[in-house]
């Protein structure tokens, strides 16, 4: 779990909405306050000073170099301190910030549309109650050699990691403490691409540890229910634990800590007004030991 004093912890009633028709989004919700770079204060002059020669003449400016691009696309700004805002329920620990301003969003957004290679064949399929389903979006999974995932009845291998995802994981691992050697990238090219309910709660996945949801792109709503009030045999009363409904916002980080997966299921369900696309990083930490 992230570091938060005791000030930044907000109550549950600004962030938890029933899921309705007419439920409106938390207020404040976008994402925290943004941060300035490490040693300066808001205001203070950034212009450089020009240097002095020995007899007291100004002399010429000193050229700082400019900074150096990785490759063709985004370089990572200094990291601000995020401003953590908390969601917590009966058995729900998550904590959520804006992870990057707009404009390194999107450099990001756009690099990694041009960058990432998804899969394709039966690794676009799972097998649901015995039967085979496409699945309602791309979907392509990176990490450190010799681990595997599985769920839904399909494999996946990871491609070797790409230096743009190295460079996020990087701010992820800043800002969290934690350290991640998978990430499952899901890309939905519009409100009618989906996932349905479930738990991230495979095998292979380290015994509490978090997982850490980066969003870029469009703005869609992330459902979590509780496992107790989903489904015909609910255990208890629909509505006694009531549904949480999370805007992800372009830029933003979600970390599910333990034991959310254990008691909660989550889903991004269909919003037929978005009409553009959303890329989503799921960091994750595996086990090798259960690689074949």
Known sequence: MPNVSSSSVE?????????????????????????????????????????????????KERQQPPPQPHGDGWEMSPTPTPSWRNIRAEGLS??????FPTSEADAILSQLERELEYFSGDLTKVQVFGKWHSIP??????????LTYRYSGVTLTPKPWIPLLLRIRERVTQVTGHTFNFVLVNRY??????????????????????????????????????????????QRQRGAVAPVKLPLA????????????????????????????????????VLPSLAP
């Not at 998550?94 to 992870?99: A, G, N, S």
């Open 189 to 234: 090219k519009d409100g009618r691409d989906h996932i349905g309910e479930h738990r991230d709660d495979e095998r292979e996945l380290a015994p509490g540890s978090p997982i850490a949801s980066v969003s870029f792109g469009a703005c869609r709503d992330f459902v979590l229910r509780h496992g107790d009030s989903r489904g015909k045999g609910a």
């Open 94 to 99: 998550c904590d959520y910030t804006r992870l």
């Open 137 to 146: 979006r791309q979907q392509v999974t990176y990490g450190d050699p010799g």
């Open 250 to 285: 372009h830029g933003s980080l979600l970390v599910m800590n333990y034991p959310t997966n254990v008691y909660w299921y989550h889903s991004l369900p269909v919003r037929r007004a978005v009409l553009t696309p959303r890329v989503n990083l799921t960091f994750r930490r």
């Open 11 to 59: 109550t549950m009633d600004k962030f938890v909405v029933v899921v309705s028709d007419d439920a409106k989004s938390a207020e404040g919700w976008g994402g925290g306050r943004r941060g300035t770079a490490a040693g300066r204060s808001d205001g203070e002059d950034e212009r450089p000073r020009k240097k002095r020669k020995a007899n007291g003449s100004p002399g």
